[in-house]
Structure formats: C-alpha cells, structure tokens
C-alpha cells in the first residue's frame, strides 16, 4: 500500500501520508498534522487534491507558510521534492505513486537566515 502522496518532516524524518483530499496542518487538536510551533497557528495551513493535483492553501495570512521559500498567499500547486516551512518546522512534499524510496525527492539545502 502506497503512502504516497505525503510530507516529510525534516527535523525527525517522519513520512506524514496524504491519505484525505483535505490534510490541515495547525496547532489545533483537529489538525491532521500537528504543528507545536507557537509560531504558528491553530489551522494553519492545508493541502488539499484538486482532481489528482495537489495544492497547498494558507488558512492563515497573519503567519507566514513559505513553499520553496516564498510566501503562499493563496493556493499554489506542490511538485515532488517542494520544501514547505510554517514557522519554524520544515516539510518535503513527496508525491511519488510508485512507492520510490525518500532519497529520490533530490532535497535541496534549505540556507537559514
């Protein structure tokens, strides 16, 4: 069973699968996907499969949601390997169908402020 699409949590190395149409990721005991940042917010952001693409939606402009290092002011399509960052936590979206081993994502060095 594939358990792909999904988010790669940099700082433990854990695979979050993308198993419902709508995944929200927040501080909020809701959340698909806790974030324990104070940084961010209750519901923070969302990722969500518009007919097979995969997108991802800030639910909260006060708090910044970076994909590949710019600000998502609204929804904006992922492509395999993207770095998505919500306050101080770091993802990689993998969307590999086939069940492709983490490394084949080609992670870029994120460059710290």
Same mark, same amino acid.
């Given at each position: 069973m594939s358990i792909y699409p999904a988010?790669?949590?940099? *700082?433990?190395?854990? /695979?979050?699968? @993308?198993?419902?149409?709508?995944?929200?990721?927040?501080?909020? *005991?809701?959340?698909? /996907?806790?974030? @324990?940042?104070?940084?961010?917010?209750r519901e923070h952001f969302r990722i969500v499969d518009r007919s097979g693409t995969m997108q991802i939606e800030p639910i909260s402009l006060s708090r910044n949601t970076l994909l590949n290092g710019a600000r998502v002011t609204q929804a904006m399509s992922l492509a395999h390997g993207a770095d998505i960052q919500a306050g101080e936590e770091s993802f990689v979206f993998l969307e590999r169908q086939d069940g492709s081993q983490m490394e084949d994502a080609q992670l870029q060095p994120v460059d710290s402020p």
């Open positions: 988010l790669l949590e940099k *700082s433990t190395g854990e /695979l979050h699968s @993308l198993s419902s149409s709508s995944f929200l990721a927040g501080r909020s *005991s809701r959340a698909d /996907l806790p974030l @324990l940042d104070p940084a961010c917010d």
